[in-house]
């Protein structure tokens, strides 16, 4: 079955940097989109960047400029390297999967399969 463990996550100075992993299992890595999601608390999940098969990548307005999302497909891992960390982007981070190969925008209804997620708090 399809399987997406995050890591990387923790707790950083607001400026600081992250890098999330996102390691999947059970199914053929290359042929699903990506993307990574957040929900930070009383707040609804939010697309954060998605990348799809061909690599084609997009990102929420938020954090362009400052988040890339990339993958390794021959180590079946997603990555999120976060710089400038600010307060605002404090959230639980979501690893998930889509079928549909094509998918390259993080819309959280279009996605099929999501791992337990890692924590990241920034601090001012």
């Known amino acids: 079955q399809v399987q997406l463990v995050e890591s990387g996550g923790g707790s950083v100075q607001s400026g600081g940097s992250l890098r999330l992993s996102c390691a999947a299992s059970?199914?053929?890595?290359?042929?699903?989109?990506m993307g990574w999601l957040r929900q930070a608390p009383g707040k609804e999940r939010e697309g954060v960047a998605a990348?799809?098969?061909?690599?084609?990548?997009n990102y929420a307005d938020s954090v362009k400029g400052r988040f890339t999302i990339s993958q390794d497909n021959a180590k079946n891992t997603l990555y999120l390297q976060m710089k400038s960390l600010k307060p605002e982007d404090t959230a639980m981070y979501y690893c998930?999967?889509?079928?549909?190969?094509?998918?390259?925008?993080?819309?959280?209804?279009?996605?099929?399969?999501w791992g337990q997620g890692t924590q990241v708090t920034v601090s001012s």
């Open positions: 998930a999967a889509s079928t549909d190969y094509g998918l390259r925008y993080p819309i959280p209804e279009l996605y099929d399969y």
């Open positions: 059970g199914y053929t890595y290359s042929s699903y989109s």
């Open positions: 990348i799809d098969s061909d690599g084609n990548t």
